[in-house]
């Protein structure tokens, strides 16, 4: 159809098709993906407003759901055993040698650039605009998390990508990528996702390791605030993230050699 003739109620079947099969996050994102296209047709000229500003509220709301993970250290043990082993492509694995250890976001990891970082200096610079806080993020990195790298950059560091489409240099690595290593590793969705190392991190870096809370949401990058009420910068608490992240990267290690584990401790949150 002629995107000049195309009405609410025309968008709002064709999305209702997918929300009636049980597919409501597919529904809503392709009714976003209308709106862009609309609102791109309108700068452009040929529609005069986005049609599908009509539709709100007119879908199934969307249930929030937490991304599986693993959290109990004798399990994560197992499951870094389980990546170490993994056979399937050199790309995959890096990245699921990395997730666990530098437990930034799955977009984050895929989209990593060479440029970013300063293997010398052990640090990944995320610019803002890859971010979901559109704030720049540091990531130091421990010897292991620069010792794939440089193993990486032998095989990918003539490109732009830390993590190429298999398909094609020009592109980074498929989202389904580390989930589908995960399934093949026999990691189903309910028990553990690319997302879920994020959670994984957090949670022993807290109840195991007892490491500063600060310091783990700022290594997540999450809005943290001075007293002040203002957003540290990136910079903020630096040596004692990267003195952190080398802590965890050696716990991670342990748990893999199957050294004594902590077990988590009993919270009332």
């Known amino acids: 159809m002629p995107i000049s003739i195309i009405k609410p109620r025309d968008v709002l079947i064709t999305v209702q098709k997918m929300e009636a099969r049980g597919a409501i996050e597919t529904a809503h994102r392709i009714k976003q993906i209308c709106g862009q296209i609309f609102r791109f047709a309108v700068s452009s000229g040929f529609v005069e407003r986005d049609v599908t500003t009509d539709l709100k509220g007119a879908l199934t709301t969307v249930a929030k759901s937490h991304y599986a993970a693993i959290t109990e250290p ?14 399937g492509h050199s790309y995959a694995r890096a990245a699921l040698q990395l997730a666990p250890i530098v437990f930034v976001r799955p977009g984050e990891l895929r989209a990593a650039e060479w440029k970013e970082f300063d293997l010398d200096g052990a640090e990944w610079r995320i610019p803002a605009e890859k971010m979901k806080m559109k704030l720049d993020h540091i990531v130091p990195l421990s010897t292991q998390a620069v010792g794939i790298l440089r193993s990486l950059d032998l095989v990918t560091g ?6 190429p489409s298999i ?25 553990m996702t690319g997302h879920g190392f994020r959670a994984m991190a957090r949670t022993i870096l807290d109840e195991v390791l007892g490491e500063r809370v600060d310091l783990i949401e700022h290594q997540l990058a999450h809005a943290v605030k001075d007293p002040n009420g203002r957003a540290y910068n990136r910079t903020a608490h630096l040596p004692a993230r990267r003195e952190m992240m080398q802590r965890w990267a050696d716990y991670l290690d342990k748990l893999r050699d199957g050294a004594e584990i902590v077990p988590l401790r009993a919270t009332s949150r």
């Open 74 to 87: 004798k399990q994560v043990g197992e499951l870094m055993r389980a990546i170490y082993g993994y056979t």
């Open 158 to 163: 003539h490109g732009r990508y830390v993590f």
């Open 167 to 191: 398909r094609t240099g020009e592109r980074c690595m498929s989202e389904n990528t580390v989930n589908a290593a995960l399934r093949g590793m026999g990691y189903n969705k309910e028990m």
